[in-house]
C-alpha cells in the first residue's frame, strides 16, 4: 500500500499511531536506561580514597549524598590513609581562607601577578615526612569532593596554578570544608 493512496482520515491515524509507538519506545528506552544506572559501593569508595589519579564521578557524589554509610565509610577511609589532615579552620575564622596551618604543613593562596583571574597554591612541607604527599583531597562543608594531582615537590614545597573561580579554589578557601594530603 502506498502513502499516496491513503485517504486524509487513513493518514492522519497512521501519524498518530505512528506517534503512540514513538512514544511509548521512547519511555521504554528510558527505564531501560534507568535500570542500567551503575550502582556505587565500598568498591568504588575505595578506590577514590587510595588511588590519586581516580577523580570524584558525579554519580559517585551523587551515590554518596544518597547513602550515610557510604559517605562514612569514604570519610573513615580518607582519615585513616592521609599523609596529612587539615584540621578545619577556627571557629572564629568567617569568608574566605587566604592561607591554612598545620603541624607540619602550610598551604597558601596567592594572587598571581602576572594573570589576572589566576591564583597559585602552595603547600609546604615544614618537616621531613615518611610519604610525601601526591594529590590533595577537598571536602566541601556540603559533603562535596575534589581531588587534585600535586606537582612533584621542590624542597618541600609543592606549587601550582588554578583560576580563582574554580570551584576547588572556592571549596579550599571555604572555612567549612576539609583538607586531606594523600599519598
Do not use: C
Request: proline share 2%; no cysteine.
Amino acid at each position: 500500500m502506498s502513502w499516496n493512496l491513503l485517504s486524509e482520515d487513513e493518514k492522519r491515524r497512521a501519524e498518530e499511531r505512528f506517534t503512540g509507538l514513538s512514544i511509548v519506545d521512547n519511555i521504554r528506552q528510558q527505564m531501560l536506561a534507568e535500570s542500567r544506572e551503575r550502582r556505587y559501593g565500598f568498591g568504588d569508595v575505595y578506590q577514590f580514597a587510595t588511588n590519586a589519579h581516580i577523580e570524584m564521578t558525579s554519580g559517585l557524589q551523587k551515590a554518596l549524598k544518597q547513602d550515610d554509610k557510604l559517605q562514612s565509610a569514604l570519610d573513615q577511609l580518607l582519615s585513616e590513609r592521609v599523609v596529612y589532615q587539615f584540621p578545619r579552620a577556627a571557629a572564629a575564622s568567617s569568608g574566605n581562607l587566604e592561607s591554612r596551618e598545620g603541624d607540619g604543613f602550610s598551604i597558601q593562596i596567592k594572587h598571581s601577578r602576572a594573570q589576572s583571574g589566576q591564583v597559585y597554591i602552595i603547600l609546604k612541607m615544614e618537616d621531613a615526612f615518611q610519604q610525601e604527599p601526591t594529590a590533595i583531597t577537598l571536602k566541601s562543608g556540603e559533603g562535596q569532593y575534589l581531588k587534585k594531582l600535586l606537582p612533584l615537590s621542590v624542597d618541600g614545597v609543592f606549587q601550582f596554578l588554578a583560576e580563582e573561580d574554580d570551584e576547588f579554589v572556592k571549596t579550599l578557601r571555604d572555612v567549612a570544608s576539609e583538607v586531606f594530603l594523600n599519598s
